[in-house]
């Protein structure tokens, strides 16, 4: 089965230096990988995926990730940090099949990142 | 462009009330559905998904069930409530089959807190 793993469980970076938010993935076949972040009491928000390509992806907020095949990593990062990034990140993976093209997918278990003024 | 919409935001309910959240998705058609419900503000436990009207997978047995009468709305259900039902209920929507989007799209949440 795949899976996600973020080894972090906080992250915190002073404002203006750059961060990364690990994930790792575990899958069979080309992966899927998706980056999510979630303020406070509200939904998750699509921020950037790998799918085929360029190993550097390029994605909202000026959010980027690089997919590393060998390490099987999909780091997520930003050149310079705001305060208003400290929020909850969420690096998924597409998983199972279900039909016509459709898929579940595994979400990992969050890194919070904190961005100190 | 496509919204998705849930309510309520928040819900106090007792031990054995029943339960009803709604999930509508306005500027798209057949999409998929996905009910996860998120624990202490970490990981998404998938409950249920649906890939059109009157189609539903569960994917933890448990006291919740899920319908879809419409084909953008989709309502996750209880005849009696625990108090691990207590969550962060989310709902999402991803492109139908063949759009060739990968990404979920979710709703601002549902807060649910069993007394």
Known sequence: ?117 | SQTIHQWPATLVQPVGSPLSLECTVEGTSNPNLYWYRQAAGRGLQLLFYSVGIGQISSEVPQNLSASRPQDRQFILSSKKLLLSDSGFYLCAWSPPTGQGTHEQYFGPGTRLTVT
Request: aromatic fraction near 16%; charged fraction near 15%.
């Open chain 1, 1 to 117: 089965a795949q899976s996600v793993a973020q080894p972090e469980d906080q992250v915190n970076v002073a404002e203006g230096n750059p961060l990364t938010v690990k994930c790792t993935y575990s899958v069979s076949g080309n992966p899927y990988l998706f980056w999510y972040v979630q303020y406070p009491n509200r939904g998750l928000q699509f921020l950037l995926k790998y799918i085929t390509g360029d190993n550097l992806v390029k994605g909202s907020y000026g959010f980027e990730a690089e997919f590393n095949k060998s390490q099987t990593s999909f780091h997520l990062k930003k050149p310079s940090a705001l305060v208003s990034d400290s929020a909850l990140y969420f690096c998924a993976v597409r998983d199972t099949y279900i039909t016509s093209g459709t898929y579940k997918y595994i979400f990992g278990t969050g890194t919070r990142l904190k961005v100190l003024a």
